[in-house]
């Protein structure tokens, strides 16, 4: 299945007055409290479990656990069962335009406030410790790693969409590949740039893509072991970048994201496939995953707050019924030159 929606084709579903009086009122009592609003922030382009926020806000579990629940009925939060645990993130969309500028106004309010130096410390070494656990699982699971992505979404599967989609883009001086795997996508990026980098954070990954290279005579490849902070990325001005796969195993996609699109040349595009969300927890034991997919809107409201529009969008079926998302932006920097 592969189904282009243009982005203008939402349409906001009608509410009797009665009803979104309500929802505007509780949305209004809901945040006034000083700790549901310090929810909000720390979960700004991010989600997580109970036991992560309860480690990051220094709460007692069965505390927060009350004002999650409120929070969710209310449409602030939305949650997602993994086994045993619920990750929490904020709503990305509503059923009306007033309340989905309520909740935007309020995420707003809410990203002004300044967390103190313990909560910010807490943060980071929950990213630290997400960022460890990805790289200790290519490190350790190389080998195993293609069985368990074939029962997801396996290369083959829509190797054909991504290439279409690039082929549509004009051939260009510089592409970076962030996460190449086993490399299959450098061959074709290769015969359609003078320049490619392919950048991994997982050293035994990297061997696979420069091993891939080698076997199909590659020469214009260069191989960068890092993460999209790296300093080699700092003024590339690539005219594509792929991010394929790759979201769901970092601990901060709307920082990668942004990252990423630091990287572009003006006029530049991004490529992302990710799967869309999901429930199907055993991938985060079987393959790495820190993320159980991302929705459509998050996706996009993290390219847009990175100076990025949508050129299209399509979603194609694959295995176990997991779906995945075919995303390309364009940089917005053009535009702002002009």
Same mark, same amino acid.
């Given at each position: 299945?592969?189904?282009?929606?243009?982005?203008?084709?939402?349409?906001?579903?009608?509410?009797?007055?009665?009803?979104?009086?309500?929802?505007?009122?509780?949305?209004?009592?809901?945040?006034?409290?000083?700790?549901?609003?310090?929810?909000?922030?720390?979960?700004?382009?991010?989600?997580?479990?109970?036991?992560?926020?309860?480690?990051?806000?220094?709460?007692?579990?069965?505390?927060?656990?009350?004002?999650?629940?409120?929070?969710?009925?209310?449409?602030?939060?939305?949650?997602?069962?993994?086994?045993?645990?619920?990750?929490?993130?904020?709503?990305?969309?509503?059923?009306?335009?007033?309340?989905?500028?309520?909740?935007?106004?309020?995420?707003?309010?809410?990203?002004?406030?300044?967390?103190?130096?313990?909560?910010?410390?807490?943060?980071?070494?929950?990213?630290?410790?997400?960022?460890?656990?990805?790289?200790?699982?290519?490190?350790?699971?190389?080998?195993?790693?293609?069985?368990?992505?074939?029962?997801?979404?396996?290369?083959?599967?829509?190797?054909?969409?991504?290439?279409?989609?690039?082929?549509?883009?004009?051939?260009?001086?510089?592409? !970076?590949?962030? %996460?190449?795997?086993?490399?299959? $996508?450098?061959?074709?990026?290769? =015969?359609?740039?003078? *320049?490619? &980098? #392919?950048?991994?954070?997982?050293?035994?990954?990297?061997?696979?893509?420069?091993?891939?290279?080698?076997?199909?005579?590659?020469?214009?490849?260069?191989?960068?072991?890092?993460?999209?902070?790296?300093?080699?990325?700092?003024?590339?001005?690539?005219?594509?970048?792929?991010?394929?796969?790759?979201?769901?195993?970092?601990?901060?996609?709307?920082?990668?994201?942004?990252?990423?699109?630091?990287?572009?040349?003006?006029?530049?595009?991004?490529?992302?496939?990710?799967?869309?969300?999901?429930?199907?927890?055993?991938?985060?034991?079987?393959?790495?995953? !820190?993320?159980? %997919?991302?929705?459509?809107?998050? $996706?996009?409201?993290?390219?847009? =707050?990175?100076?990025? *529009?949508? &050129? #299209?969008?399509?979603?194609?079926?694959?295995?176990?019924?997991?779906?995945?998302?075919?995303?390309?932006?364009?940089?917005?920097?053009?535009?702002?030159?002009?």
């Amino acid at each position: 299945m592969n189904t282009v929606v243009p982005t203008s084709a939402r349409t906001p579903q009608a509410q009797p007055p009665g009803g979104l009086e309500e929802e505007i009122a509780t949305l209004c009592k809901i945040c006034a409290d000083p700790l549901r609003l310090r929810v909000l922030r720390v979960l700004h382009q991010d989600a997580m479990g109970v036991g992560e926020l309860c480690d990051v806000l220094d709460v007692r579990q069965p505390a927060l656990s009350h004002h999650l629940k409120l929070m969710s009925a209310a449409g602030l939060l939305n949650s997602q069962r993994d086994g045993n645990h619920i990750f929490y993130r904020r709503r990305e969309s509503a059923d009306s335009d007033a309340v989905a500028a309520l909740c935007q106004a309020l995420f707003t309010a809410a990203d002004s406030l300044e967390l103190d130096r313990d909560t910010r410390h807490r943060q980071r070494e929950l990213q630290g410790r997400r960022e460890e656990n990805s790289r200790s699982f290519f490190r350790d699971n190389a080998e195993r790693f293609r069985s368990q992505q074939d029962l997801i979404a396996a290369p083959e599967r829509y190797s054909a969409a991504v290439e279409n989609a690039l082929e549509n883009l004009a051939p260009g001086g510089v592409a !970076l590949e962030v %996460g190449p795997g086993e490399g299959w $996508l450098l061959p074709f990026l290769s =015969a359609r740039f003078q *320049r490619v &980098l #392919a950048l991994d954070n997982a050293e035994t990954m990297l061997q696979e893509a420069k091993h891939s290279a080698t076997d199909h005579g590659l020469e214009n490849i260069e191989f960068i072991l890092g993460d999209t902070s790296a300093r080699q990325l700092d003024g590339l001005g690539a005219d594509l970048v792929v991010l394929n796969m790759v979201l769901h195993h970092t601990a901060d996609p709307a920082t990668t994201l942004q990252e990423a699109a630091r990287a572009l040349c003006p006029s530049g595009v991004l490529l992302i496939t990710e799967l869309c969300e999901h429930r199907q927890g055993w991938a985060r034991e079987n393959c790495g995953d !820190l993320w159980l %997919g991302f929705s459509p809107e998050a $996706l996009s409201g993290w390219a847009t =707050a990175a100076g990025l *529009r949508d &050129l #299209a969008s399509s979603y194609l079926g694959q295995r176990n019924g997991f779906t995945l998302q075919l995303r390309l932006f364009e940089s917005t920097a053009k535009n702002q030159l002009n």
